[in-house]
């Protein structure tokens, strides 16, 4: 570790120090407190209280404590967060923080402090419907995604991307052992209700589900479609009804499309089930629903951006002497195939959410342990026919199909 | 251009001024040639007459000059050639010419003169049966590809190979281009045998062909499987009935392992085809059945490394409360798409041999404007159908029905 941890007294003069931050916060006396969650990074909120400005201030900590005990990880993840925001800014400005300042030699990020706005997960619980959070969200992965596909990028310039973000070797080593690799197999790591043993432990030996489950591990380590997010649940969303925007972007890489789509759709799902036990039907299938209409608008937005976009499929003159439908069915095609993964990534992390480290607020607050194992039983059981018939489940009419079939 | 481009004066200069040349041509006269086709390299041979000591030593030139006429190609693809021909010599290194030398500054490579051994495309116009290439070649691609997936490789060797390769965008454009794009539209370096006008503009309106034809280009920039030779044609291979050796690889890239194992398959097909119509029906024969074999020969091998394998994959751990299905369910569906991507990629690669700039040996030498025609013609109609069908054609067996049908 080569570069100084902040506190909160440090900070304030960073802060102070710091002419794009200083000039956001305006002349004053500065006062700062620390609000992370202390497993991964420190994230300052400085205010300014003689005018009352203010601005988030996130550095990464060079160890990763939520593994049980603390175990080192390169404070490097941040210059991934941090070149992926200012994509993100440049990309889609009205869906992410506005950033201020970055600095990868400090390993910091100085972004405007979302007052107003809360993490979904914890609207979730208060039953907050979000209306807009499908359109705005799906704003963000079909845009984010085509801008750095082959449709949206030239070949030099992918390259460079893939360069900037080949190296987030740790982060993307901890989806494939905590997303696809731990949760399945008996490992110290692992967590769940006892009253659950039983499913946990078929999960454990369930051949087709543990073979689909690398396949899917393999999709996720070798398809280099574009640059993700890599972490886009519900915690990594911070709204209000009005609108929406996307933090933590730490995982960025360059991968399947689907995973980013996977992640929106499977923690919709899983807050629907905890939601209806909890006694919320009404808003369990507003969250369902909600997550159909992610696929859907995904489908139909990214459609739109392949069939007006150029790149290096889409050429007008290459497709000259055709009628539409060979660029259609292509487009049909790759849109397909990330549904389907999304399918199968969105499994994936549901089923993990039950049985390995890493549980979700909104199930893990059910108090009752009978309710709760109720929930995390229903869970693994759509999220182990989603991994398995993750290949044919290609439309949110599919998806839904699947769950009403299991109730 | 910052480096001094050889000649035969000064070649011999720096022949006698490197030690590691030095030390292989021995103490006396060095003379030497140049044998290079002058499209893309220089490759000169540097005897020793005293002692008849002998290399090889190619440096790239910073144009290429085979599409019409010169146009600017960076003297860098000697890096990737170089990186990856000193992989192949640790991972293969009875396959590769031993490497005496290598220079990233001076983009030279200083090889083994393989003096008993022909380009393989040569020997295929002479009729010579190679027993053991079906065996070599297949070794070839199965040990570098497994070596370099994620059952061989841990992720941060990986990401390392991903870095070295990835600045290879100007050949692996080249590829985009005039692999999988141009021949199929009208563009100014394709030409073709006046005679088959009518096959050439059916595909340019062939709209099932095309959309296939750019969906396997999704695939070969997309798909990061393992460490790609790029350009394994049967041009890249230098033999005699007792050894094969691979060279040439400056287009070595991160890509779908169908595209060597396709590249291989295609140009078999494409010289069993010129073959028979030069009246040589019983080598013809021997050539078509070759490319099956290395279908299978590749499935089989690549099938025991995955089996026997580990990386991200296979540990023991994650299986053990299985049978062995679920790993073998994997490898199966892993080597099922390289084998049907090998098909796609092959029709490719046939079909842009009579329609693109580069054209093949074994049928342009066939001087009889009718009986070209003839070929070029039954090659078109086996690829177009093994584009449009690849999906489908995952086994020799299918892929051996599939041109019954077209007889």
Redesign the interface.
């Known amino acids: 570790m080569n570069y100084e941890v902040l506190n909160i007294n440090s900070v304030i003069e960073y802060a102070a120090g710091t002419p794009q931050i200083s000039a956001i916060l305006g002349n004053g006396d500065y006062t700062a407190k620390e609000v992370g969650d202390g497993n991964l990074n420190l994230v300052f909120i400085v205010d300014n209280l003689s005018n009352g400005a203010s601005v988030v201030i996130k550095q990464a900590l060079p160890y990763l404590r939520c593994v049980g005990e603390s175990f080192p990880l390169g404070e490097q993840r941040m210059l991934f967060e941090i070149r992926s925001m200012l994509f993100y800014e440049r990309s889609v400005p009205a869906l992410v923080p506005q950033i201020y300042h970055s600095d990868e030699a400090k390993y910091t990020l100085v972004m405007r402090n979302l007052s107003e706005h809360i993490i979904m997960r914890k609207g979730i619980l208060e039953c907050v419907k979000y209306p807009k959070f499908a359109d705005e969200i799906t704003d963000f992965i079909a845009k984010t995604t085509f801008a750095t596909s ?1 449709f949206g990028m030239d ?2 310039k992918r ?1 460079k991307l ?2 900037e973000f ?2 987030n ?1 740790e982060l ?2 901890l989806t ?1 052992d905590f997303v696809f ?1 731990f949760p ?3 490992n110290e790591t692992n967590r769940h209700n006892p009253l659950i043993e039983a499913a946990a432990k078929a999960i ?5 589900f ?2 689909k489950a ?2 899917l ?2 999709i996720f ?5 574009a640059l993700l997010h890599g972490d886009l649940h519900t915690g990594s969303v911070m709204l209000n009804e009005r609108e929406s925007f996307v933090i933590d972007s730490e995982f960025a890489f360059v991968g399947p499309i689907g995973f980013d789509l996977g992640a929106v759709v499977g923690n919709l799902l899983m807050a629907s089930i905890a939601m209806d036990a909890r006694g919320k039907a009404e808003y369990a299938a507003w969250l369902e629903s909600t997550a159909f209409e992610v696929m859907d608008k995904f489908a139909a937005k990214f459609e739109a951006l392949l069939l007006n976009g150029g790149g ?2 889409y ?1 007008e ?7 539409k ?3 259609n ?2 487009a049909q ?2 849109i397909r195939d990330i549904l389907s993964e999304s399918i199968g990534f969105a499994g994936c992390k549901m089923a993990r959410r039950q049985l390995g480290v890493a549980h979700i607020l909104e199930i893990d607050g059910v108090e009752d342990d009978g309710l709760r194992a109720q929930v995390e039983t229903k869970v693994l059981g759509i999220a182990r026919e989603m991994v398995v018939r993750y290949g044919e489940i290609d439309s949110s009419q599919k998806l839904k199909q699947l769950i009403t079939d299991m109730r």
């Open positions: 082959v070949s030099g390259t893939t360069e080949a190296q070797t993307r080593k494939e690799t399945y197999m008996e454990k030996s369930d051949t087709q543990k073979a690398m396949e591990k393999y380590m070798t398809k280099a479609e290096a499929m050429g003159e290459y497709w000259a002497n055709t009628d439908s060979g660029k069915a292509l095609k790759i």
